[in-house]
């Protein structure tokens, strides 16, 4: 079988596996607790459709939902613990955090909210602060490094942004069926935060979901097999 042949079967066999949530935040290293202060969906289905308001902080949240704001300063570390089932790691698994056949990148945003704790999340503004796509030099994705590390996707708080109370949105996308639309597979979830910044600070540019994500967009409909290069969907990172 020639190596794209190869890579092709790999990718297929491992889609239907290709199942992941975000269940807990970790602030510096330091673990919140599993569902503390996000907003962790009942199943580890993913998001397709682009046009739907699930793909905001995905549906079918578990309840209770927690009512923690998690403290955060400007500049800290955040990290998205990512693992195969919605009740959090389970014992080991091949496919946990997500199936290393699996590939695309992870992404992460902020949204500044009047509360964290606020059941609506529609027409909030959004703003990229990390990814993790491909890199053109290990040819590793963004999922390798989550399956690399245990399922933590790690992200800077930006130092410049303004004090307040924000949603911290975190996805994994899966591309292995993303060749046509609808395909490529969306798991998300949002974390409640209060962000302290500086006195002097910057507004990002925003975008908002659904709306940011369109079937072509750069990185939507993408055939994976092969590829040597990919552009992540969505904005340019917010940067101070």
Not at 62 to 82: C, E, L, N, R, W
Not at 84 to 113: E, F, H, R
Not at 171 to 185: C, D, R
Not at 219 to 231: M, Q, R
């Amino acid at each position: 079988m020639q190596p794209t042949a190869l890579l092709s079967f790999v990718l297929l066999a491992g889609s239907a596996a290709s199942k992941t949530v975000f269940s807990a935040v970790s602030v510096n290293g330091l673990s919140q607790g599993h569902g503390v202060g996000i907003r962790v969906p009942s199943t580890n289905a993913p998001i397709t459709d682009l046009t739907s308001n699930d793909i905001i902080c995905n549906t079918g949240i578990s309840t209770p939902v927690s009512q923690t704001v998690i403290p955060v300063k400007a500049g800290d570390a955040i990290t998205a613990q990512f693992h195969k089932s919605p009740l959090g790691y389970l014992g080991p698994d091949p496919s946990d955090p997500i199936d290393p056949t699996n590939k695309g990148p992870v992404i992460a945003y902020l949204a500044k909210v009047p509360s964290a704790t606020q059941t609506t999340v529609t027409g909030l503004q959004w703003f990229k602060i990390g990814q993790n796509g491909l890199n053109p030099t290990t040819h590793q994705w963004g999922s390798d490094l989550l399956f690399a590390n245990g399922g933590n996707a790690t992200f800077t708080v930006p130092s410049c942004l303004e004090s307040g109370q924000y949603l911290f949105r975190a996805e994994a996308i899966a591309l292995q069926n993303a060749a046509s639309y609808p395909g490529a597979q969306f798991y998300m979830s949002c974390a409640q935060l209060s962000i302290s910044g500086p006195t002097s600070f910057k507004t990002p540019a925003t975008v908002s979901f659904p709306g940011a994500y369109t079937p072509s967009s750069p990185g939507i409909v993408s055939n994976i097999v092969g590829v040597t290069s990919y552009t992540v969907p969505g904005p340019d990172v917010f940067t101070c």
